[in-house]
């Protein structure tokens, strides 16, 4: 046998990878064409793209964009000599704000244009933790800034205009004078912190609804105040009667101003201050704006029930397990479109004659109910996943059920189901357009509306084609979101 | 079984066992279903001791210190940890539970945060101890454990002896009477288990209540001053350490001694 023994004697230098596994021509070979079948399925895909495009974009790339029906659209494309060659894009120029805004009146559509850029002010904070609170505070006042352009003219309007004017001008300015890192110095040394921008998403869940159907604004106010008088009650009964009983009572409180006060309370303020915007109805809603606002409001609400659900499922009381797996398993397994029929129908005749509760409404509660069934299933998946290590050591730091939940367990348990988490939420949002089964006008439900229209009667892919776009739009936004989530939340390695 | 052997001369000056009861176990049972895993424990600890607790595996020591913070619930006889007894009033569990440390073979990091908020949760929500002051006092055991500069890492990237130090300083924060160990250097490799061996001995040099299931037979005998032999769900032998490993009494022990030295 040969000796084996072996000492290196110069340790060995770092050296270049080789040439070919680099650059341009490395990744296509990597990637591309690294064997036979890789090279084929290459091939044929790229066979396949180019296929797909050369149908395409001849189609789309149509001079329409003008016509005011299909036969104008016709007349044009037959000068071209591609009679039926080429997209009919009128009835997108002409019809486009009718898909964004259904019938909602035309002088009123800066409410929910605003209410929709709000809507990111005030999802910036929940979503992003790395945004400084100048910049989220700046955004709002360029959002109201803008928005003010939009409302007529008036002394009143003047003012407003100056006064955000000149604050947006200031905060600009202290953004781009100080950097963040100063700033981190100056509040170290004592300076004024801005208020935490999650006071105005709290403020946003009670405007939103306000701006989109209008109103006395005190009923908003007052349903605010419900909060604030159950806070008040339980602060105040909390070292009296202990938690629970004051939470309870609390709870109980808020119950009786919304249920008995409201109304005297709105009936009185809009004696003293009647401010308000203009009411409009939910029938006149419609198109992207029905569905966001569907979409969004119960895409915010099931998560926290679904959560809810998920641990009543795992509790060890007997009744909440039970009420918690049959609310489940009964809404899991009825289609959506059933729910929406009784949202539509029968809760009418279950409801005391002359209330008059809100189609929209309806619907996003049965929504709602319907995607928090299966929010409940993926965080409860989320839940199996972690060992039982976790509870075990925030049990034995002493941190009682509710604390460990929300700082060791639910975290955890989230991260891991963001994937699923956000399929939810995106075929939920995907389901708004469900509505139109029960005669809501969704942008499906419009797109019949104006095929029915002589001018446009024929015409299919533009209308979808332009209705899958937008909807794409939001679904790629939440995906990408989620894979942004997932890395920022890794923290398993440097 | 190995044996680590510190090379450490140590420190017993503040090593003192007093005359106050810390835990009181009478008549203790507990079954899984229908399987009779403790069977008659009665065990008094003294304020001061520390105690390993050996046997052969599936012999309920893990069952047992872990009926201490109950985080398993016993049947029958009881537990008084600190003068507080453990029943399914939940406030003293609770209350229990914050005044002793356990640490466990895995770690039982929570993952998601940082080394540093690791060790300032549980003071912060539950001794509702301002966030500065629990800083500082993790910053404190995180020197002493030696591993101040992993603060803001998370434990995923720190190694195994590494984990287990900050999963000590972690108890520690909450300042407990009692430390509880089950196995806490078995899922180690030899040179971190001598670095988790040497601050539990920093530990009982200062004079903490700890109880100790490990087969670390070298720290039972040079930091120990009681051993306690389980087998079958039942304390078959308990003696001080000397005594113990030179003239064990019954067959098992014995046994079981041959097996692992
Ligand atoms: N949750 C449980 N349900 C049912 N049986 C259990 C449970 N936990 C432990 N046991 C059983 O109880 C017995 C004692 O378990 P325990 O974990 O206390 O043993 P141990 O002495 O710590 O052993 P090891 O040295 O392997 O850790 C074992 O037979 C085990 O199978
Ligand atoms: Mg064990």
Redesign the pocket.
């Known amino acids: 046998m040969e000796n084996t023994s072996f000492v290196r004697t110069e340790m060995l230098p770092e050296t270049e990878p080789p040439r070919s596994t680099t650059g341009v021509l490395g990744w296509i070979r990597d990637n591309l064409f690294n064997g036979v079948l890789n090279s084929i399925l290459t091939i044929l895909s790229l066979a396949f793209i180019y296929y797909l495009l050369s149908m395409l974009l001849p189609w789309s790339i149509s001079p329409t964009w003008g016509a005011k029906s299909l036969n104008e659209c016709r007349e044009i494309l037959g000068a071209t000599g591609r009679e039926h060659g080429g997209a009919c894009w009128g009835v997108i120029n002409e019809r486009w704000s009718q898909i964004l805004y259904g019938f909602y009146p035309e002088e009123l559509r800066w409410r929910p244009t605003l209410t929709f850029f709000l809507l990111f002010v005030a999802m910036i904070p929940i979503l992003f933790n790395m945004i400084s609170r100048r910049m989220n505070w700046l955004l709002l006042v360029l959002v109201l800034f803008g928005a003010s352009f939009a409302v007529e003219n008036s002394a009143l309007m003047v003012v407003v205009k100056i006064v955000l004017g000149l604050s947006l001008a200031y905060l600009a300015y202290t953004v781009v004078k100080t950097d963040r890192d100063d700033r981190a110095e100056q509040i170290k040394e004592g300076a004024k912190r801005l208020p935490n921008p999650l006071y105005f998403t709290a403020i946003y869940v009670f405007l939103m609804p306000w701006l989109l159907w209008g109103g006395s604004i005190w009923s908003p106010v007052a349903a605010a105040l419900g909060f604030l008088v159950g806070w008040l009650a339980f602060r105040l009964l909390a070292p009296i009667a202990g938690n629970l009983a004051s939470l309870i009572l609390a709870v109980i409180a808020a119950g009786v101003w919304w249920l008995l006060l409201i109304g005297p309370f709105t009936g009185l303020m809009n004696g003293l201050a009647p401010i308000g915007l203009i009411p409009v109805e939910s029938r006149l809603f419609g198109g992207m704006l029905l569905s966001l606002t569907i979409g969004v409001v119960a895409i915010a609400a099931s998560l926290p029930l679904g959560i809810v659900l998920a641990l009543g499922r795992k509790s060890d009381l007997l009744i909440v397990k039970w009420l918690s797996v049959g609310f489940i398993e009964f809404i899991r397994g009825v289609p959506l479109i059933t729910l929406l029929f009784v949202a539509s129908m029968l809760l009418n005749i279950f409801m005391p004659p002359g209330t008059d509760f809100d189609i929209i409404l309806r619907v996003i509660i049965m929504a709602t109910l319907f995607a928090s069934a299966y929010m409940a299933e993926v965080v409860r998946g989320g839940l199996a996943a972690l060992p039982t290590g976790q509870y075990e050591a925030a049990d034995a730091l002493g941190l009682d059920y509710w604390k460990a939940q929300r700082l060791v367990i639910m975290p955890q348990a989230l991260k891991i189901s963001i994937p699923g988490i956000v399929s939810t939420f995106i075929g939920l949002f995907k389901d708004t357009t469900l509505v139109s089964i029960i005669g809501l006008l969704d942008p499906i439900g419009l797109s019949s509306t104006i095929r029915a229209d002589l001018a446009w009667n024929g015409i299919v892919w533009e209308l979808y084609g332009f209705i899958a776009l937008l909807f794409f739009i939001f679904t790629f936004l939440m995906s990408r979101y989620s894979m942004y989530l997932e890395r920022r939340l890794r923290t398993d390695h440097s | 079984m190995a044996q680590t052997q510190t090379d450490r001369e140590i420190d017993r000056s503040h090593m003192h066992v007093s005359d106050q009861v810390a835990i009181e176990i009478t008549d203790m049972n507990k079954w ?2 229908s ?1 009779h ?1 403790l069977r008659d424990i009665n065990l008094t600890v003294y304020e001061g001791e520390r105690i390993v607790i050996c ?10 210190i ?1 009926c201490i913070n109950r985080l ?1 619930e016993h049947q029958t006889g009881s537990i008084v940890v600190d003068g507080i007894e453990l029943t399914s009033d939940l406030k003293n569990v609770d209350k229990v539970r914050s005044e002793v440390g356990m640490v466990f ?1 895995h770690f039982n990091l929570f993952p998601h945060l940082t080394v540093l908020e690791n060790l300032t949760l549980a003071p912060i929500w539950v001794r509702k101890v301002p966030r500065k002051e629990a800083e500082e006092t993790a910053m404190h055991f995180l020197e002493k454990v030696k591993i101040p500069e992993q603060a803001r890492k998370f434990p995923g990237q720190l190694s195994g002896g590494q984990q287990q130090r900050v999963a000590i300083a972690r108890s520690l924060c909450m300042k407990p009477r009692i430390m509880l160990f ?2 806490p250097t078995s899922a180690l490799d030899p040179e971190m288990i001598k670095e988790v061996l040497d601050t539990m001995i920093e530990l009982a040099e200062e004079g903490m209540t700890m109880l100790c ?1 490990t087969h670390e037979m070298g720290f039972a005998e040079k930091v120990a001053n009681r051993v306690i032999f ?1 087998d079958a ?1 039942q304390i078959v032998e308990q003696n001080e350490p000397t005594e113990f490993f030179n003239n064990p009494q019954s067959e098992r022990t014995k046994l079981f001694l041959s097996q692992i030295l």
Do not use: A, C, I, N
Request: charged share 25%.
């Open positions: 899984f279903g399987f895993v046997g052969p595996s599936g012999s309920g020591k893990s069952t047992l872990r398993e073979q089950d196995e299931v389980m769900g």
